[in-house]
């Protein structure tokens, strides 16, 4: 049974450890956090991917374990990096998780043993950062490199790690069959591209593609509403085109894990060879604009005055049937509210506390409602016959009773 380690047991790691451990590898998932580790270990887990039930069956079968060491195995291993790579204060990459990761496994590896990056991050990561950090006591032949960037999408129940096409290359021929025969074993679609840094760029581009589509709706929003026509009957119409056009949605923001933070890694990709990159620059300003907006466009329904208003916000994670915070604009919304006056409470059974506070019932003593995240776990009929405004500010495609805002 060959060993795998994988490194970060997020939306990302958890998901990819289950099912390798399903494919016969004998993994052992690391995560510094030593409280997750313990509810893993019991079967509890907040990932949408991932069911208690096989995680209890692969521990039981010897095929999966969890560990807050990283194990310094006999034998040559795969290490698969799944950190998070953030964004710090100034919107700059952050990849103090990623250079721990490589640290730790520099402290353990051996000759023989496969890295493989699912990190996102700039353009040349595996191989001017990754690589020296973890070959240094080896002859960089002695160790096998390969970047495989994740492609998860929380919730998307087509879409999941077994469906979705992997992209992947290694620094040599070997490591990159190494790495397609270790994909190929739970992916049915495994994809090699000419080079680390394309499969890198690969995904800052297709994240950062979706993240400039989306500023374009974002304003074109304000455009239609100008005219008192509706955006998302105009994007309905438009993708009755066979070709050449595809459907982006406006929202109050952009978040989670991915498409507002890879196109900084893309953008600071640009910089090191000292080049500009103004659609993405533009793109983030409309973007990190949207709540603030949002918040004047509700405050315009009371005269511009939201002081004392009351307003409940229905689901802050950063898009339905997912626990995740991570750049949630529901968030940055609720700040701007707040500093416009208005008394704001929020509901969403998925994530029940933030920042100190707690889920509150559905009100009906409002001024207004806004739906921002409609988890399927929320029941909206108590709604229906209020007196109050509510007002849809969602991008999903479920009906209800009031139509979309935007």
Not at 118 to 147: H, K
Not at 369 to 376: E, F, N, S, T, Y
Request: hydrophobic share 40%.
């Amino acid at each position: 049974m060959k060993n795998l380690i994988v490194i970060g047991l997020g939306y990302v790691g958890l998901p990819l450890a289950v099912n390798a451990a399903q494919a016969g590898y004998k993994v052992f998932g690391f995560d510094i956090n030593k409280d997750k580790i313990k509810n893993l270990k019991t079967g509890i887990t907040d990932s949408p991917e991932v069911g208690r039930k096989d995680i209890l069956k692969l521990q039981k079968r010897g095929n999966l374990f969890f560990t807050d060491v990283i194990p310094n195995l006999p034998d040559k291993s795969i290490f698969v990096i799944a950190v998070p790579t953030p964004l710090n204060a100034e919107r700059k990459p952050d990849i103090k998780m990623l250079e721990a990761a490589c640290n730790s496994i520099s402290a353990v590896i051996k000759k023989g043993s496969l890295v493989i990056s699912e990190s996102t991050s700039y353009i040349g990561t595996l191989r001017n950062f990754i690589v020296p950090r973890i070959s240094q006591d080896f002859d960089i032949l002695e160790i096998d490199f390969a970047v495989a960037p994740e492609r998860i999408d929380p919730g998307n129940r087509k879409w999941n790690l077994r469906l979705t096409p992997r992209i992947i290359a290694g620094l040599s021929k070997v490591s990159t069959d190494r790495t397609f025969e270790f994909y190929s074993s739970f992916c049915r679609n495994v994809l090699i591209v000419s080079s680390p840094e394309v499969a890198e760029a690969t995904k800052l581009f297709e994240n950062t593609f979706r993240y400039v589509n989306i500023a374009l709706v974002n304003e074109f929003t304000e455009i239609s509403a100008k005219f008192n026509i509706s955006s998302h009957e105009i994007i309905s119409a438009a993708s009755t085109k066979p070709y050449g056009f595809l459907p982006f949605f406006p929202s109050i923001g952009v978040g989670g894990h991915c498409i507002p933070v890879d196109p900084n890694y893309l953008k600071f990709s640009a910089e090191l060879v000292n080049l500009d990159s103004k659609f993405i620059d533009l793109a983030e300003q409309i973007n990190l604009s949207r709540p603030s907006m949002v918040a004047q466009s509700v405050a315009s329904l009371f005269g511009g005055d939201l002081i004392n208003k009351k307003i409940q916000i229905v689901g802050i994670a950063y898009k339905p049937n997912v626990t995740d915070l991570r750049e949630s604009p529901a968030l940055e919304l609720i700040k701007a509210l707040r500093s416009m006056g208005a008394k704001v409470k929020w509901h969403d059974p998925e994530v029940n506390e933030w920042n100190g506070e707690f889920s509150s019932p559905l009100d009906l003593a409002l001024d207004v409602g806004l739906i921002v995240a409609p988890h399927d776990s929320i029941n909206l009929s108590k709604w229906e016959k209020a007196e109050f405004k509510v007002l849809n500010l969602s991008t999903t495609t479920l009906k209800f009773e009031w139509p979309k805002f935007f």
